[in-house]
């Protein structure tokens, strides 16, 4: 059973910070860009999401995660991150 959580950890990680990456591309060209600010790309974007995640305490959610509702908390932060980018687009579509 360890090993399925700990695999299921293993796709969940990167799969999430691949999403929270692909949002902050959005909002970025959406909302900086207009204000000066360079593009910023999928790697950068990338690499932004990886630095934010393990800056803001990643992995120590990941050790005290207790065997259930590890998933399903990631789950939740992956809908809020979905909500953000709605927001963003519904509001990015109001500003042109």
Do not use: E
């Amino acid at each position: 059973m360890k090993i399925l959580k700990l695999l299921a950890y293993l796709i969940a990680i990167p799969l999430g910070l691949c999403w929270r990456a692909v949002v902050l591309v959005d909002l970025w060209a959406w909302f900086i860009v207009p204000l000066g600010a360079p593009v910023v790309g999928m790697a950068h974007a990338l690499g932004l999401a990886l630095a934010s995640w393990f800056f803001g305490s990643g992995l120590d959610n990941v050790k005290k995660d207790p065997d259930t509702g590890g998933l399903a908390r990631w789950a939740l932060v992956q809908l809020v991150v979905l909500m953000v980018w709605g927001y963003g687009a519904v509001y990015h579509h109001f500003m042109q």
